[in-house]
T-cell receptor, first 114, second 115 residues
């Protein structure tokens, strides 16, 4: 099976712009979670989707949003980018919710905000 | 308290030696404790995981030790190899009745295995 795919892999934006990141889960997986990874804060949970519904949300401002489509693909959007949003954004897919032992991470999207 | 504290921040071990990384938590509702390995340019990959009803779990050269009363857990990497050089993250999770896959991660340990 192909792994989790994230596009684009690298992205450079300027402050104030918005960005959309995409995640394609492993075939058959219906749960997608997003994490932000930075050197200072480590990996922090952003949100989780299952069957097109947001199941859980981390402690991030409303500028961070996401959605999931009927084919389980997910996107996250960050509006009004700030310098502090520079990070590696990771997507993890899982067959369902409550299947924590079968979460697989993608390679991430490296976002740089100038 | 939804935090997991991880130490050390970095670790240098000689090839063939034992690498030990420790984590501590406060929220006793956590019921699943995985360890992830991350190589540069890659996403984290699940190494091994343990639940609170088990004190030790071994998979190959990797062993998790879990101390429920001390709310601490650790991973031991036996016979460390150059290919083990990576960043290691501990994590914790609460089941919430099977409603979420959310993980709380430690801050990571950069392991370098020297020849």
């Amino acid at each position: 099976k192909a792994g989790v795919t994230q596009t684009p892999r690298y992205l450079i934006k300027t402050r104030g712009q918005q960005v959309t990141l995409s995640c394609s889960p492993i075939s058959g997986h219906r749960s997608v979670s997003w994490y932000q990874q930075t050197p200072g804060q480590g990996l922090q949970f952003l949100f989780e989707y299952f069957s097109e519904t947001q199941r859980n949300k981390g402690n991030f401002p409303g500028r961070f949003s996401g959605r999931q489509f009927s084919n389980s693909r997910s996107e996250m959007n960050v509006s009004t980018l700030e310098l502090g949003d520079s990070a590696l954004y990771l997507c993890a897919s899982s067959p369902s919710v409550g299947t924590r032992g079968t979460q697989y991470f993608g390679p991430g999207t490296r976002l740089t905000v100038l | 308290q939804q935090q997991v504290k991880q130490s050390p921040q970095s670790l240098i071990v000689q090839k063939g030696g034992i690498s030990i990384i420790n984590c501590a938590y406060e929220n006793t509702a956590f019921d699943y404790f995985p360890w992830y390995q991350q190589f540069p340019g890659k996403g984290p990959a699940l190494l091994i995981a343990i639940r609170p009803d088990v004190s030790e779990k071994k998979e190959g050269r990797f062993t998790i030790s879990f101390n429920k009363s001390a709310t601490q857990f650790s991973v031991h990497i036996m016979e460390s190899q150059r290919g083990d050089s990576a960043t290691y993250f501990c994590a914790a999770s609460i089941n919430y009745g099977g409603a979420t896959n959310k993980l709380i991660f430690g801050t990571g340990t950069l392991l370098a295995v020297q020849p």
